[in-house]
Nanobody, 127 residues
């Protein structure tokens, strides 16, 4: 059983940056591909970014490509989401997720493939 705890959310102005962190415990972190998703009120949970077990492969949703960067530190059991040039439409709850996978270079944008989820951290971007 893997526990995930997100942190780093907050209220920022458009154009500013935030760095989200996700701390994992209770499992072998290196066995999991990791992902970030977000959900705004009244909307479905949306894929933001994913990173493979190896850390060499990343994937981004179209709306964040070029602005957000996902990374992981297996020595600390952490995954990060650096969010730059934030826009009001980035306002949402952000969720970290873990996907147990065999292949080191695999990642997925599909929320149904993820096995564990954190409770989320709120990001609000004012205009």
């Amino acid at each position: 059983q893997v526990q995930l705890v997100e942190s780093g959310g907050g209220l920022v102005q458009a154009g500013e940056s935030l760095r989200l962190s996700c701390a994992a415990s209770g499992g072998t972190f290196s066995s999991y591909a990791m992902g970030w998703f977000r959900q705004a009120p009244g909307k479905e949970r949306e894929f933001v970014a994913a990173i493979s077990r190896s850390g060499d492969n990343t994937l981004y949703g179209d709306s964040v490509k070029g602005r957000f960067i996902i990374s992981r530190d297996d020595t600390k059991n952490m995954v990060y989401l650096q969010m730059n040039s934030l826009k009001p439409e980035d306002t949402a709850g952000y969720y970290c997720a873990a996907d147990w996978v065999r292949r080191r270079h695999y990642y997925s944008p599909y929320k149904n493939e993820y096995d564990y989820w954190g409770q989320g951290t709120q990001v609000t971007v004012s205009s």
